[in-house]
Structures are given as structure tokens and as C-alpha cells.
């Protein structure tokens, strides 16, 4: 009896580590998503990095081209696409859904760093555009 309930007091053990775990890789993977805590991000950084990045399909000042949308559009408004939007679309693509572009790769090299600072430009120029 002592027996049984060592083994099953050792894979509970198991069990719990296991989860733990995987709550830390969650927590890590989320901390790489968003820039700290206090960021302030610079919309001239990230109007260089579009172009480097993203332009080639959401084209020059972010209007788009013939091979992605324009995110100067009103479907990319903070409310109906908040930034978070953009940090999963940059880390993990993005599924064709709203056009006909197809899908989106997800684009490497950039730090959650660069990716405010890219949405900070965007939301400049959707602004600029009336679009808020
Ligand atoms: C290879 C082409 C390509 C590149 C490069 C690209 N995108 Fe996209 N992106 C697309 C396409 C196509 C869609 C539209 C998918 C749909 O909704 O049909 C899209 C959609 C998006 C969306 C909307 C996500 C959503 O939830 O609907 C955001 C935000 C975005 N892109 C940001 C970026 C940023 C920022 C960069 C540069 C770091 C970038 N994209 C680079 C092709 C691209």
C-alpha cells in the first residue's frame, strides 16, 4: 500500500513540475511578445524598419501594394485591430482572412522593441490619414 501511494505521490510530483514548466515557457514566450514595461517607442525607428520589413507588401507609408493591404485602412484601426494584433501577426503570421493577399510569413529578426516602435509609425500615419 505504502508502495502504491509512493508511486503516485512521485508522478503527481511529475505531473506538477511538468506544469510548471510549461507556465514559464508560457510566461517567457510573453515577455518576448511585448516590449518592458515603460517603452517608449520611436515612430521615425520603426518608419525605418517598416520600410526594411514590411513595406515590400504593405507598400510606402503603409498603403499598401500588390502583394499585401494597406494598413493606413480603417480595418486596421486601434479598435477593430489593437497593437497586440500586430506583435502575433510579426511573431507568428498571419492566416489570409480579410483580402485576397494570401497568407502572411512571420517575420524574423525583429525584437518586441522594434515592433512598437513600428506600430507607433503605423499608428502616425493612420492618424495622419483620420483614421483612429
Ligand atoms: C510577405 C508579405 C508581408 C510582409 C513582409 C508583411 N506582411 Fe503583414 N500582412 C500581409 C498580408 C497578405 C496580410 C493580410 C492577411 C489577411 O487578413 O488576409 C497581412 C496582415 C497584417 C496585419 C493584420 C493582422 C490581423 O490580425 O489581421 C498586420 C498587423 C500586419 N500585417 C503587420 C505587418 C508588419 C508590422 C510587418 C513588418 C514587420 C508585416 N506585416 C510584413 C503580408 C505581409
Redo the contacts with the bound molecule.
Keep these: 500500500m505504502n508502495g502504491k501511494l509512493a508511486i503516485v505521490a512521485a508522478m503527481a510530483t511529475i505531473l506538477l513540475l511538468a506544469a510548471c514548466e510549461r507556465q514559464e515557457k508560457a510566461a517567457t514566450a510573453e515577455k518576448k511578445l511585448l516590449p518592458p514595461a515603460g517603452f517608449v517607442a520611436d515612430a521615425g525607428v520603426g518608419e525605418r524598419l517598416?520600410r526594411a520589413?514590411?513595406a515590400?507588401?504593405?507598400g510606402p507609408g503603409a498603403m499598401g501594394s500588390d502583394?499585401?493591404?494597406p494598413?493606413v485602412h480603417s480595418v486596421?484601426r486601434p479598435a477593430h485591430?489593437a497593437d497586440l494584433?500586430?506583435y502575433?501577426?510579426?511573431k507568428d503570421g498571419?492566416r489570409?482572412?480579410?483580402?485576397h493577399?494570401?497568407?502572411?510569413?512571420a517575420?524574423k529578426g525583429?525584437s518586441a522593441e522594434d515592433?512598437a516602435n513600428?506600430i507607433a509609425y503605423v499608428r502616425a500615419e493612420q492618424r495622419k490619414n483620420g483614421i483612429r
Excluded: E, K, N, T
Design positions: 517598416f520589413h514590411c515590400r507588401c504593405h502583394q499585401g493591404p494598413l486596421y485591430h494584433a500586430f502575433w501577426a510579426v498571419v489570409q482572412h480579410h483580402w493577399f494570401g497568407d502572411m510569413p517575420i525583429l515592433v513600428i
